[in-house]
């Protein structure tokens, strides 16, 4: 496997994409954490990136390398059940279907796709600085 034609940067710059679709994912979420109805009927489900990535070995496609969302999945859990028998959603028994989402798991998984963002973008940045270093020592 010839390692020149593999990039960093756009290793890097597949998972800045990845991330950013984490991170959109889970806003949504958070955003929909008390929707009760949605347009397709029922209670707002939680969604989940599923992410695949390549491993670097000989054969490997250099254009594959990387981070791939493979699919954003519903999370099928029961929803979470609250009394309120004013609410217009509410059961015979008073009951609302609220979603299954936790604003504190939300909020740590984004705070890791964060990390995740900032670490690609010290790749890059970091390729960056190598280059132009090479080219200062070239120039000398």
Same mark, same amino acid.
């Given at each position: ?100 989402? *936790?604003? &504190? /798991? ?7 796709? +964060? =990390? #995740?963002? %900032?670490? *690609?973008? &010290? /790749? ?7 280059? +132009? =270093? #090479?080219? %200062?020592?070239?120039?000398?």
């Amino acid at each position: 496997m010839n390692l020149n034609k593999i990039s960093a940067n756009d290793i890097a710059v597949s998972g800045l994409k990845a991330q950013r679709t984490r991170m959109n994912i889970i806003a949504n979420n958070i955003a929909n954490v008390e929707t009760t109805r949605t347009p397709e009927g029922g209670v707002f489900q939680r969604q989940m990136v599923l992410l695949r990535g390549d491993e670097i070995k000989p054969g490997a496609n250099p254009e594959r390398l990387g981070v791939r969302v493979k699919d954003v999945i519903r999370d099928t859990s029961p929803p979470r059940m609250v009394f309120d028998p004013q609410h217009p959603d509410a059961n015979e028994e008073g009951m609302v279907a609220y979603p299954n989402i *936790n604003t &504190a /798991v939300e909020m740590v998984n984004l705070i890791s796709a +964060q =990390r #995740a963002y %900032e670490a *690609n973008i &010290a /790749v890059i940045t970091s390729g960056r600085q190598m280059k +132009q =270093r #090479a080219l %200062e020592i070239l120039q000398q």
